[in-house]
Structures are given as C-alpha cells and as structure tokens.
C-alpha cells in the first residue's frame, strides 16, 4: 500500500485537470476521480506492469465514458466550471481569466471523442500511441480525432470578434 | 531526393513534439515554403499553449479531502473490519441459541454438512477478500493450471465457474485448509471491485445433495447447497437477493461433469 500512495498520489492532480476539463462541472469530475481512485486502491494488485498513469487514465476515462452514456440521455449539461476561479484572484490572474474561459468554452463544444484526445494528447503529454491504447481505438483514429479536434477549435477561435484572436494570441 | 511527404500526421506531431529530430527538420524547412501550413501550424500550438494555460490552475488546486488517497485506503481497510465483525457477531449468535432458522441452520451441522461447509467459506472469505496483496495463490491468468491443482487435491473433477454474465470477472484462486481437509477456494470481482468467494469440497459421507440454503450475518451474506457429494458455498459483502442468481448460475454450471 505504500508502494501505491508513492506512485498513486503524484498522479491525483493530472486526474483531476483531465476529468475537469473533460467533465466540464467541478463536483461531476472529482467523483469522478474519486470513484476512480476508490478502484485503483482494490484493483491495485491486478494492475500489469507498465505506466500507472496510463492504467490510472484508463480507469478514469473508462468511468467518463460510462457518466456520458447515461448524461446523454439526459440533455445537455451544465457549462464548463471555472478553472480554478479561486485561484485566479490576483489582478493579472483576473486579466487572464477571461480568456482562459473562452477557450474551456470552446474546447467544452468539441465532441467528447475530440476533446478527449485533445486533452490526452495536447495537455497530459500522452504520446498518440499511448493515447490509442488508452482509448482503445487505432493510432489512425487518435490522428484523425486530433485533426478535428484542432480544425474545429480554430474555426471557433477565427469565428471570434478579430480583436479577440488578436488578444488571444498574444497569451503565451 | 526522395524525402517522404510531409503528412498532416507530421503537422500534427510537429506541435506536439513527437517528431524525431531529422524528421522535425524536414517538417521545418517545408513550412518555411508553406506560410498556409505555417500559419496553421501556429494556431494549433497557440491552441495548445492556451489549453495548458488555462488547465494548469487545477492541478494546482489543493486536493479536495474526499480525495485523499490515505483515506480512501483507510476507507478500504475499514470494511474487511466490518466483515470480520458480522462473522463474529455470527458465531455468538449462534453459539447463544437465539438465532433464526438460517443462523441455526448455519452452525448446528444439521445432517447435511452444509453449515460447516458455509462457515468455512466465511471464514475464507473474511482472511482473503480483504487482502490487497495475494488474495489469490494462482490468478485466472492461470486459471488451467489453478483447476488442474485443485481437481487433484480434491480428488474430484473441479470446474470454475464464468460469472462474466452476472458481472464478476475470475481473480484466481487457492487450495484452502478447512476442517474437511482441502477445499477450493475461488475468488471473482466487479467493476466496483467487490468481491465474491465460491468455495467447493467433498462433502463427507451421507450428503450427496442437499437444496441450496441461504445463510446471513450482517453484510456477509451466502448460499450453500451439495450436489453429488460435492459441497458449494458462494459468499459475498451483498444482499441475499443479489447472491442468489449467481449462486444458481454457479449450481448451474458446476454442476455433474
């Protein structure tokens, strides 16, 4: 067990970002790591080598998944929570804050398949194979949901009022 | 010269910094010619640069308490506990002679056996669900030479059953000492990581069959029954209710060879 808070417990707040931005509501996503963690901790002695972040991702994108089957039938979900709004009280953070949501508003309308392999890829550092293997889908399939998933965020940003991208850009 | 085109995989990879050096190179020099690209290039590292920007705030955040990971394993140990306790409570209950017809039924040995049989498996159930680090000698990786073991300690031909119907999935499984001598004992989880133990051994002379019985102390609950000489037992943290069905599909499948 100490084994697994050692390699489990640096992990936590990757898991979080990921199920929060992929979940888009605050409390959804920390169930959703909860319930993740809670299975990790009884599965931890069936787990095959290899990552343990790839295995603890899996686990957590296994569970969002499963909450979007049975949202869907639901309607249309809450938007995206602040991120970190707490913590971006600082004047410049404050600057910030208002773009920072407008591009979570944004990567929150992408098809939950893009925006997933966006997160993976883009944000958690996964490699495409990785990120294939994750979600169970081809190296092939990774790209192509890659590709639309930044297509289609672009369109959305040069949709924008043009001072916006301007200023958009300018974050770096 | 005949360089590989440059693909919108390799556009892609360039943003991401997957490239191998030499190919990054290549994907370089044909942007220098290719402002359209280039400019696309751009924009999807400026999206990637935004996204992690934006996102970073939250794996700052101070981990919330019911994500704690000390906790949740604590959380975890706490209810083997629990377990332990109901076949404690089990025991004096019986012992007391103030018990239902299933308590009674559980631990008077009746003249079918089966009693023994469900407290044996009780007890397994009690030393080896809750460990995290071997519950199961032989896993169901193993699973040919786990049944080839048991069959021969029992001297009987021991078949695991598949409750991949009912949702639980085959961890493995051991040869357990009980006062009977050897019994097989099989482990099985679901997706929420419950487990469920069926334990299996002759029966001793005179109970060929006996009708499956349920037994229950608080949240341990269980079904035994004997079929040709062969006694099963399926034990569980689960309503009666929810036992049963698996129970039968256990009777169902392991039963004559």
Known sequence: MKDMLVQVEPLIPSLRRYARALMRDRTTADDLVQDCLERAVSRWHQRRDGSVRAWLFTILHNLAVTQFRQTATRGRHMPIDDAGERELASAAAQEHRLIYQDVLNKLARLPEEQRAVLLLVAVEDFSYADAAKLLDVPVGTVMSRLSRARERLQQEMEGAAPGNVVELRSVK | ?257
Do not use: C
């Not at chain 2, 590989?4 to 943003?15: K, N, Q, S």
């Not at chain 2, 009746?110 to 809750?130: D, K, T």
């Not at chain 2, 300690?153 to 040869?175: E, H, N």
């Open chain 2, 1 to 257: 010269m005949s360089q590989r085109p440059i693909t919108e995989d390799d556009l892609h990879a360039f943003v991401d910094q997957a490239l191998a050096p030499e190919r990054r190179g290549e994907v370089a020099s044909y942007l220098n010619d290719h402002p359209d690209a280039a400019g696309r290039v751009a924009a999807f590292a400026s999206q990637r640069e935004q996204l992690r920007s934006a996102l970073a705030s939250i794996a700052n955040e101070p981990v919330p308490a019911e994500l704690n990971l000390s906790h949740i394993i604590e959380g975890r140990k706490r209810r083997p506990l629990r377990a332990w306790m109901a076949i404690a409570a089990l025991l004096l209950v019986g012992i007391g002679g103030l018990g239902g017809w299933t308590v009674r039924s559980l631990l008077q040995g009746g003249s079918n056996g089966l009693s023994a049989l469900a407290q044996e498996a009780a007890y397994s159930y009690g030393v080896y669900a809750p460990d995290r680090v071997r519950p199961v000698e032989i896993r169901a990786s193993d699973s040919a030479e786990l049944t080839q073991w048991v069959s021969s300690r029992l001297k009987r031909a021991v078949k695991v059953p598949d409750l991949s119907t009912s949702g639980y999935r085959l961890m493995g499984g051991r040869l357990v000492a009980t006062s009977h001598g050897p019994a097989a004992m099989f482990m099985y989880d679901d997706d929420q990581g419950d487990r469920l133990v069926m334990l299996t051994r002759p029966m001793s002379s005179g109970s060929q069959d006996a009708p499956m019985m349920p037994h229950a102390a608080g949240d341990i609950a269980g079904f035994a029954w004997a079929d040709r000489g062969m006694g099963y037992t399926l034990v569980g943290q689960l309503p009666g209710d929810t036992l049963k069905p698996i129970a039968n599909e256990i009777r169902k499948q392991a039963g004559p060879i």
